[in-house]
Structures are given as structure tokens and as C-alpha cells.
């Protein structure tokens, strides 16, 4: 059996430099999927949200229809960890002998305060909205960060297996004791362990992830024909491959055109011969080019143009 396409994918990311076109293209993607019926969601994952921007709808992190098969949303990495902080805090003082509670409160604190609590708190969202496919959505195309951020979020749920799976064994090994403890005092042990019922929880969420991501997501990388761009996505690309995730197409945006005169006859002269390395490197994945276009791109008809681009390479 041969690969699927990998614009069948049920989720594509939109990975590239900052300003390259990315929520530009997610957005055009996510309005010609939804043009073809596909119940489709645009999420933005990027702290510096401009998704909202160019759809010309305020966004928050609940999914809002904006017209006939098309949500979108923005996720606010920083508010997921305070609220999923706020909640572990509350089922502490249920859960948690009011001696340690302090000690706990202080480890929370100090949790939210980290740098890999955000992240985590952006793909325990992303896992939320990924499990409402099939039930609520065909399609989920994700507007990423830029590349570095982007390639540790896809990252992270193999980087925390190993983690969890840690905490999963002490904890068996802690509630080990504790039976044998209950059984010497001759008090019975009623085998209940809200938390090992958690982290079994977390594990196989993640787990669950892991798997979406690398078998049903492609990662599209976006790049404007210039020397830089092009070594970033060369080193993205290889990061994709190193991790097991799949490369989509590459989409080369704001490609000058050919009949251009003046300045602009320059630059097409000189992305010609970007353009055909970026060809000859990812022709295998799919390289679909879109035009530098006139508009400021926020209009529908101007995405629906750019859309237009994207479904006449075949996406
Ligand atoms: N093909 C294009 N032609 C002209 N302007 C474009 C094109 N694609 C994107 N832009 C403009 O470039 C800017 C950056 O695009 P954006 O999609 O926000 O990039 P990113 O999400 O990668 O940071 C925006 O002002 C957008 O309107
Ligand atoms: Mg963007």
C-alpha cells in the first residue's frame, strides 16, 4: 500500500520563518476545505496571534463557526497552564492531607512558572481538539509558531513519554509500599489511587497524540524564494524526518512575477534560481508556488485567490 497524499492528512501543520505566509496559507487551506465540504478547524498555536487578523474575526480559545464548516480558533498557551494550575490546585485540597498542602501549593507555583508547562499546556489543548475528530471536525489545519517553536511542540509528546512514564513507575513503586504498610497495620487498603488513575490518564492522552501526530498529520512548510528561508526549511525539513513526523508540500510564497519590470525584474531574476533548488530538493514532496499578490490578504476574496493557488497544484 502506498502513502496516502499528504494532503489527506486529517491535521496539516503550517510550519516556516516568521512573516513567510504561514497563517496567510492556513488560512486559505482551511477556507478551501471548507469550500469542499470537509468540517474544518484553523487553529492558531502561535503566541504571537495574527490568525483572528487575517480572517478579520476576534478569536478566542473556544472554537467559533464563521461560516457554513469552517471554526477557528487561537490558543492561549499561557491561560491553558493557569487554568489546568488552578484545577490540580483544587483537587489538591480534596485530595491532599492539609499538612502537605503547602508543599504542594509551593511545586504548583513553581510549575506554572515553567517554561515547558506552556507548551505542554498548548498540546494537552491541541490533544482536546484533536479528539473531536471524527465527532466534530474532518479536517484541523494548525497556524504554528515559527519553525523552532513549532518543532518543539510536535516534539513533546514523545519527550514526555518517557517523563510520565517515570512518574507512573514511582508512583506504582510508593503505592507498593503502601500497601505493604496497610497490611502489616492490619488496615485495609481499598487499591484506589486517584493519582496513578491520572498519570495512567495522561499517559495514554499523550501517547494518543504521539500517534496522531506522526500518522495522521504533514507538516507544510511555507518559505519565500530567498537563500535564508530556504536553508531553515532544509533544516526543518530534516528535523521532521529525524522525528518521524511527515513532510507535506512546500509552498514558496510571494514569488515574483516573471513579467516584472525594474526592481521586482531583478528580484524574479534572482529567486529563479531559489525557486529551482527548492524544485529540485522537495519536487518528491510537492512544491506549489503562490504569487506575490497585490492586497494586504485579510479580504476572503484575496484568500480565496491565494486558495485558488493551492488547489491548482492539487491540494
Ligand atoms: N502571496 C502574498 N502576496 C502578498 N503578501 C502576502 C502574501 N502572503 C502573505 N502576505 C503578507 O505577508 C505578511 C505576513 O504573512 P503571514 O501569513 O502573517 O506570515 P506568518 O504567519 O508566516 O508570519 C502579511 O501581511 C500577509 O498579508
Ligand atoms: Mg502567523
Not at 517523563?163 to 485495609?188: H, N
Not at 524574479?268 to 519536487?283: C, D, S
Request: net charge negative.
Amino acid at each position: 500500500m502506498t502513502d496516502p497524499p499528504s494532503t489527506q492528512r486529517t491535521v496539516s501543520f503550517f510550519g516556516g520563518k516568521g512573516g513567510v505566509g504561514k497563517t496567510t496559507l492556513a488560512a486559505s487551506y482551511a477556507l478551501l476545505l471548507a469550500g469542499r465540504g470537509h468540517r474544518t478547524l484553523v487553529v492558531s498555536t502561535d503566541p504571537a496571534h495574527s490568525l483572528g487578523d487575517v480572517l478579520a474575526v476576534p478569536l478566542g480559545d473556544e472554537p467559533a463557526e464563521l461560516s457554513g464548516g469552517l471554526w477557528a480558533c487561537e490558543i492561549d498557551g499561557e491561560s491553558v497552564a493557569r487554568r489546568r494550575v488552578e484545577q490540580v490546585s483544587r483537587e489538591a485540597q480534596e485530595a491532599v492531607p492539609r499538612e502537605v498542602l503547602p508543599a504542594v501549593e509551593q511545586h504548583l507555583q513553581r510549575a506554572a512558572a515553567s517554561p515547558g508547562t506552556v507548551e505542554s499546556a498548548l498540546v494537552d489543548r491541541l490533544t482536546d481538539l484533536l479528539d473531536e475528530v471524527p465527532a466534530r471536525w474532518d479536517r484541523i489545519v494548525v497556524d504554528s509558531a515559527p519553525t523552532g517553536h513549532m518543532l518543539r511542540l510536535l516534539s513533546l509528546p514523545t519527550l514526555l513519554t518517557p517523563w510520565i512514564e517515570g512518574l507512573v513507575r514511582q508512583r506504582e513503586q510508593v503505592r507498593g509500599t503502601e500497601r505493604m504498610l496497610s497490611g502489616l497495620l492490619g488496615r485495609a487498603d481499598t487499591g484506589q489511587d486517584p493519582l496513578l488513575q491520572r498519570l495512567h490518564g495522561r499517559r495514554s492522552r499523550l501517547e494518543r497524540t504521539r500517534r496522531r501526530l506522526l500518522d495522521e498529520s504533514a507538516v507544510h512548510l511555507v518559505l519565500v524564494p530567498e537563500r535564508l528561508p530556504l536553508a531553515e526549511t532544509e533544516r526543518a525539513a530534516q528535523a521532521l524526518a529525524d522525528g518521524g513526523l511527515t513532510l507535506g508540500s512546500v509552498a514558496v510564497n510571494r514569488v515574483a512575477p516573471s513579467d516584472a519590470t525594474g526592481l521586482l525584474a531583478d528580484r524574479a531574476r534572482r529567486e529563479a534560481e531559489v525557486r529551482a533548488t527548492i524544485r529540485q530538493r522537495f519536487g518528491d514532496h510537492g512544491v506549489v508556488e503562490v504569487p506575490l499578490l497585490r492586497g494586504e490578504l485579510t479580504a476572503r476574496s484575496e484568500l480565496a485567490e491565494v486558495a485558488e493557488h493551492l488547489a491548482s497544484a492539487g491540494w
